[in-house]
């Protein structure tokens, strides 16, 4: 019989909110500089309801949210932690538990359940209103008759990306930096059971994984280097993501997303004087950012920081996955000349599944389902596991 696994729950204030959009005056407390943001934030692109779009600075629950620890039994300490980064437009952790649930078993690490900005609980309750979604969906089909794609599960995140696609990089770099602080806060020994003297991995899907290799490969003051990087259905630059799903984004926000982001980036950052900032001067967190988002832009220090962290890598690709292909997935990580040494495993399941959803729990699969995922995760147990 497997150990039972205990849960554990905590508050947790960010500090790096501040960066958001939603005023026009920025502290970079890295260089002490007073940054002045001109960029308007009204626009009407892509927005129908001010609730959605409202500033992204002042949202209490992204400021100020819970979060949760799933614990090798009634463990009063730990020294041994994993964070789980999540996928796009989430809304809660009830797939990921049984995933936290196996990793725990088979490491004795505690798996923190920890939540981007604005998804899980970290996005207003209004967002998962299915029939105020709903209402907004078909608004938005009759205002963009050519959308794909679009429902009650994506409306919110698609309306307010599509409205300001620069809200990717903000909440990213915010999310980064809360996995800083959380890091510094449990090295000072203010956490109730995480011990100052931790060590911690990382288990990332999805859009998750692009916050872990940006973690990993920036390596803020080494607290990085002996963490390991596993990716699951993850790992591929942003501009080789095709993530238009009713589950993910809608069409009209993946177009506004790709031509900001990937087409039209480097003129933006000229505008823009706070994205030139943390994207151009001296935050290498925004130089990694930038190599993530455009496989040929960013290869070369791309690849050279891969390079340098290829023995801390694992990923494992679904091979029905057409989100995030895994040919895509070894592009970015074994380089172009396949000169890095990740090693990347595509394995395929007998039945149909998809990337939003790789374990299905209806009953025709249940069994099947439970079986794949032990499977999955036991490869990365034995790679966490493996000195």
Known sequence: MKNEVDSKEYNFESSSYKILPGTTDYYCTKHHLDLVHKY???????????????????????????????????????????????????????????????????????????????????????????????????????????????????????????AMPQRFIWSGLQT???????????????????????????????IGGFLAQILKLTNHKQYFSHAKVGLFCSGATFNRLSPVSKFILDSEANVALYSYLVEHLDKFIQKDNLLRHYMQEDHLEG????????????????????????????????????VIPSFEVINTLKGAYRDINIPVDEIDFDREYTHENPFPTNKKSAAQS?????????????FYNTK
């Open 287 to 322: 130089e990694v950012f930038y190599a993530m988002l455009d496989y040929k832009k960013g290869r070369e220090l791309r690849e050279k920081l891969l390079k340098r962290h290829e023995n801390h890598f694992y990923a494992i690709t679904l091979k029905k996955d057409t």
């Open 40 to 162: 308007s934030f009204y626009t009407d692109v892509g927005t129908i309801k001010d609730d959605i779009h409202i500033k992204d600075i002042f949202v209490p629950e992204n400021k100020s949210f819970s979060y949760h620890i799933i614990t090798p039994g009634n463990k009063l300490r730990t020294k041994k932690i994993i964070f789980l980064f999540h996928g796009f437009n989430e809304k809660d952790w009830t797939k990921y538990v049984p995933w936290a649930k196996t990793i725990c078993q088979g490491t004795g690490s505690s798996i923190v359940l920890f939540p981007m900005a604005f998804h899980m609980q970290r996005a207003p309750k209004d967002w998962s209103s299915k029939r105020e979604m709903y209402l907004l969906s078909e608004r938005r089909k009759k205002r963009y008759p050519n959308v794909l794609n679009s429902t009650l599960s994506n409306v919110a995140i698609s309306m307010r990306l599509h």
């Open 370 to 382: 439970e079986s794949e995922l032990n499977n999955v995760f036991k490869r990365f147990c034995n």
């Open 176 to 206: 980064y930096y809360d996995v800083i602080q959380f890091i510094e806060q449990c090295k000072e020994g203010k956490h109730p059971y995480i011990h100052k003297d931790f060590e911690f991995n990382i288990l990332a899907y999805s």
